[in-house]
């Protein structure tokens, strides 16, 4: 059952605001962070896929939607949540932790809390890889850190050739201190365009996100010395007055657009038989 809209409360999840819809360029409300918040909470309706060493993922379908919403969770008791959440806020950084990611371009900021950005994403040969244009939003409350994001348009970045245009829905990364240490939650719903292989899903949701989340950790122990000799002081998510020289949206080249697009349907391809290093090396 998809949840509330608009802020309304259905079956005890808080419903996001208009604000989360995709193409809508508005500032998030605290009721967004919260509604977040409950969907990485509440299991109710969920399906468990995989729990292993403190890693755990759960899916759930979503209505009018052929692709399922999933999440994952993990414990890192030897991370402080500060240091996870610079740790994914860092664009510079993430290469060390997530190979698919194959470019990234900072937009423009709305505010010191909400920007722009563009991402263009690796696949798994044989399938085509996908670029999202997307707002992202953050919140710091200090025992709690979010960063969410959705689709959105800008008229400097168009689809371009070589890259299916997909629909992220939602994508938020929620962390929690936990002691020392942090619980990390993630949560997506995307649609990636056309049709994927039944392999693919299930390698995104059993191996791929697993093995991330482990790589992730790892990125978080190794972050402090990383950034010791990479513009320490450099964290506009934590100073805004860094962002100074950054460009600011002009929300008339945020206009919602519909894009010309053919639908490819890759879901009868095989898996490259070489393609095996994205299995969870535990």
């Known amino acids: ?23 809508v360029v508005k500032v998030l409300e605290d009721s967004d962070f919260q509604y977040v918040r409950q969907l990485c909470d509440e299991h109710a309706g969920w399906d468990s896929v995989y729990a292993k ?18 999440k994952a969770r993990a414990e ?18 993430r290469h060390k932790w997530d190979r698919y990611v194959a470019k990234t371009d900072d937009i423009g900021i709305i505010n010191p809390y909400n920007d722009i950005c563009y991402y263009a994403l690796s696949s798994m040969s044989p399938i085509k890889p996908r670029d999202f244009v997307m707002q992202r939003s953050w919140l710091d409350t200090g025992v709690e850190k979010y960063i969410c994001s959705h689709s959105v348009c800008h008229d400097k970045y168009p689809p371009i050739k070589g890259y299916i245009r997909g629909t992220v829905h939602l994508t938020g990364y929620f962390v929690r201190e936990v002691g020392a240490g942090c619980q990390l939650n993630y949560i997506t719903h995307s649609d990636p365009r056309g049709k994927l292989p039944t392999w693919l899903v299930n390698r995104l949701t059993k191996t791929i996100a697993p093995r991330l989340i482990k790589k992730l950790h790892k990125a978080c122990l190794n972050y402090p010395a990383w950034k010791a000799a990479n513009r320490p002081h450099w964290k506009p998510w934590l100073n805004p007055d860094q962002q100074s020289s950054c460009p600011r949206i002009d929300l008339k080249e945020c206009q919602p657009k519909q894009y010309e697009e053919t639908i490819i349907d890759e879901s009868t391809l095989e898996a490259a038989p070489n393609d095996d290093n994205d299995e969870d090396d535990n």
Not at 53 to 65: E, H, I, L
């Open 53 to 70: 060493k403190g890693r755990q993922v759960w899916t759930k379908p979503v209505a009018d939607s052929s692709f399922q919403m999933f």
């Open 1 to 23: 059952m998809p949840p509330a809209e608009n802020g309304a409360v259905k079956n005890g999840i808080l419903g996001p605001s208009e604000a989360m819809r995709v193409n």
């Open 76 to 93: 890192f008791p030897d991370v402080p949540a500060s240091l996870a959440y610079d740790v994914l806020q860092d664009p510079a950084y």
